[in-house]
C-alpha cells in the first residue's frame, strides 16, 4: 500500500476518530452483553435486561478505554485532540441517545427507533465525509437503518428487538472499527513515531 502526503495528513486530522480498537471494544462489549441478555431473557425480555445489559458493558468499555489511552499512546505517539474531535467523542453518541430518547418520548414513537436512525444517518455523514477513505461507514449506516426500520415496524415496545438492535450495531461497530484501525496503522508504520505530531503541528 503506497502512502501519500494527503492520506498521511488525512490520519492526522482524523486521529482521535481513527483509533477504532476502542469501536471495537465498545461493539465487542455490545454483542457480548446484549446477546447474553438475549439468550438468558427468555422469549420475552424484560426492560431490566436491557439496563443490566448496558450496565455489563460499560464494565467492560470504562478499563478497556483507560487501557486503550495507553496503547495508542506507546504505539502511535501522542497527538492533541482538535476540539472537533473531543466533542464528537464526548458528546455524540451519548447526546444522540438522550436526545433521541426524549423525542421519542414527547412523539410517542417506538423506542430506540429514532436512534437508530440517527446513528445510520451520522455513518453515512462519515463515508461521504472521508470518502474515499473510510466507505465502511455505508455498512454500518446500512445496519443501523435496518435495525431503526425493524423496531418501526416490531412490536411496540418490544425488549428483545431493542437488545437484538444494539447486538447488531454492536457487531456493525466491530467491522468499521478494525478498518478505522487498519486504515490508521498502515499508515502510521509507513512513517517514524513522530512523523504524525510534526504533521499535525503543520496542520492546526
Known sequence: MHVTGEQTRFVTERYWELQGLRSVLVGGAFVAAFGLALLLGGPE????????AFAAAMVAILPGMF???RYYANVFGQIKPSR????????VLPGVLLASMFVERVLELRPRTLFFASMAAFELWIAFRDWPRRPHYIGGAAAAALVSALQFRGPANS???QLAGFFVMGA????????DHQLLE???????????QREHADTV
Open 45 to 52: 425480555p424484560s426492560e431490566f435486561a436491557e439496563t443490566l
Open 67 to 69: 487501557w486503550l489511552d
Open 84 to 91: 472537533s474531535a473531543r466533542r464528537a467523542g464526548l458528546f
Open 159 to 161: 425488549t428483545d428487538m
Open 172 to 179: 456493525a461497530m466491530v467491522i468499521t472499527g478494525m478498518r
Open 186 to 196: 498502515a499508515t502510521f508504520h509507513r512513517n517514524r513515531p513522530g512523523d504524525l
